[in-house]
């Protein structure tokens, strides 16, 4: 049987927007419970190394940075739970919450459940995860310094990792499946510009197949053309490979309930703070859920750190 727990702040997520936020919230004295998901750690804990962790010198896996953030956490008086919620009501005042073990009801929530990286799909792409693969270029790119890489993607993003990485590493493969870009027409120019000094080289109508490599990580990959009508392949020697081609924010159980904006929640950004309230008062984001641009766990940190105060606020106005 479901057990029902009441508080008067509840946070959705354990990566790094949830525990900036649940640390704010417990050093308020708001008892805040954390539900962890079913990613304990969230993203980060994907990744080998982390350079950009202002404090952290000497280089810190994203699993030993998470850890340290849950132990933060539970130096206070904060609750974790593990529990991944199903479904909200957040028509009516105390919100209820429904998980996959318990129930909870709350004056205020805050949702920091992240995002995922989408993937191509290829077996090959599960060996070289943190090998040769990334989905993120600022986070990675300086790894691999004047090295051979590939891009992914044909979006702002896709471009925007494209020229960030041919300031670091020797040469770019873009790879795109389509004949044009959907990218914003500036960011275009700016590749174009850049092409010319053959940092650049872009492979248009192509898919990557296959992914190949030794336990050092990735050393070529099979591309195949698929325009003009006769289907080409050949291979690209790169030690990294980019994926640019979305993410998924994890908003499915909260579509009918507050306002999204392509899948993302959408905060208010009100004049004088409350910036990161949702459609719904007493209803809080912060991190990767809102956040389709920046993506860092420091951005998504100081979010979380907003939202808890923005929460403090509203939890004293309730009284
Ligand atoms: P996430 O870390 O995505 O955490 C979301 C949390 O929500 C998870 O705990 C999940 O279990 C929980 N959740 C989801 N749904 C539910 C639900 N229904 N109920 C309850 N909980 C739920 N950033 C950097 O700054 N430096 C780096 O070096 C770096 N490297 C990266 C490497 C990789 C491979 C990836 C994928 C990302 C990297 N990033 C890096 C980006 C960084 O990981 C993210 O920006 C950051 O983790 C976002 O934090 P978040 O708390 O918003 O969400």
Not at 279 to 297: E, L, R
Request: proline share 3%.
């Amino acid at each position: 049987m479901k057990i029902t727990k009441n508080s008067k702040i509840i946070i959705l997520g354990s990566g790094p927007a949830g525990c900036t936020a649940a640390i704010y919230a417990s050093r308020a004295n708001l008892n805040p419970i954390l539900i962890t998901g079913t990613n304990i750690g969230g993203q980060l804990t994907n990744t080998d190394q982390i350079e950009n962790w202002p404090g952290e010198i000497n280089d810190i896996t994203g699993l030993d940075l998470m850890k340290r953030m849950h132990k933060h956490v539970c130096k206070f008086d904060a609750t974790m739970i593990s529990d991944n919620i199903i479904s909200v009501d957040f028509q009516n005042h105390p919100f209820r919450l429904t998980g996959e073990k318990n129930e909870y009801i709350s004056d205020s929530v805050i949702i920091a459940t992240g995002s995922n990286p989408r993937y191509l799909g290829l077996k090959s792409e599960k060996i070289f995860k943190g090998k040769g693969i990334s989905t993120c270029a600022i986070c990675d790119g300086f790894f691999y310094r004047n090295r051979n890489v590939a891009v992914i993607g044909g979006g702002n993003t896709a471009i925007e990792e494209t020229l960030y990485l041919s300031n670091i590493v020797n040469k770019v493969y873009l790879i795109h499946r389509g004949s044009t870009f959907s990218a914003e027409k500036i960011l275009v120019q700016r590749l174009k510009k850049k092409i010319q000094n053959k940092k650049i080289i872009i492979y248009f109508n192509c898919n990557v197949k296959e992914i190949f490599g030794d336990s050092s990580g990735i050393t070529e990959i099979l591309v195949m053309q698929t325009n003009p009508k006769i289907l080409t392949t050949f291979k690209i020697k790169i030690s990294g490979l980019f994926i640019a081609i979305g993410h998924v924010p994890n908003t499915d159980i909260f579509l009918n309930q507050i306002e999204t904006q392509n899948g993302y929640i959408k905060t208010m950004h009100k004049e004088h703070g409350n910036f990161t309230q949702t459609s719904i008062p007493g209803i809080f984001a912060a991190g990767d859920v809102i956040d389709h641009v920046y993506k860092q766990a420091i951005t998504s940190s100081a979010s979380g750190c907003m939202a808890a105060l923005d929460a403090e606020k509203y939890l004293a106005n309730l009284l």
